[in-house]
């Protein structure tokens, strides 16, 4: 059984920083291709950052988030990082960690090619 549990989120003022955890099981965050997605009210869920199985160096962002964001891994810890700096108001969002452990060909940061979800983490940015 494939969980998510994400952690690290919370209230923060503008230009602040979070680092959010998503601890898995059950899937080997080195051997799924993994992501960040976000989703604020009144909106669609939307692909944050995801980074490639394996050893490979390949990692997508939304251009929302390219230079304030990093998503990274360690397989030792199984578990799946999202670094967040010069963070914004229109942040504010449920976030959420994905799992995908398909092979056949991929479509960056897209919600429907994603297996396995967490139940989320608050991240609230305030002005």
């Known amino acids: 059984q494939v969980q998510l549990v994400e952690s690290g989120g919370g209230p923060v003022q503008a230009g602040g920083s979070l680092r959010l955890s998503c601890a898995a099981s059950g899937v080997t965050v080195g051997n799924a291709r993994m992501a960040w997605f976000r989703q604020a009210p009144g909106k669609e869920r939307e692909g944050v950052a995801d980074?490639?199985?394996?050893?490979?160096?390949?990692?997508n962002y939304a251009d929302s988030v390219k230079g304030r964001f990093t998503i990274s891994k360690d397989n030792a810890k199984n578990t799946l990082y999202l670094q967040m700096n010069s963070l914004k108001p229109e942040d504010t969002a449920m976030y959420y960690c994905a799992a995908r452990t398909s092979w056949l060909p991929y479509v960056p940061l897209g919600a429907s090619e994603y297996d396995y979800w967490g139940q989320g983490t608050q991240v609230t940015v305030s002005s």
């Open positions: 980074i490639a199985r394996g050893s490979r160096i390949s990692i």
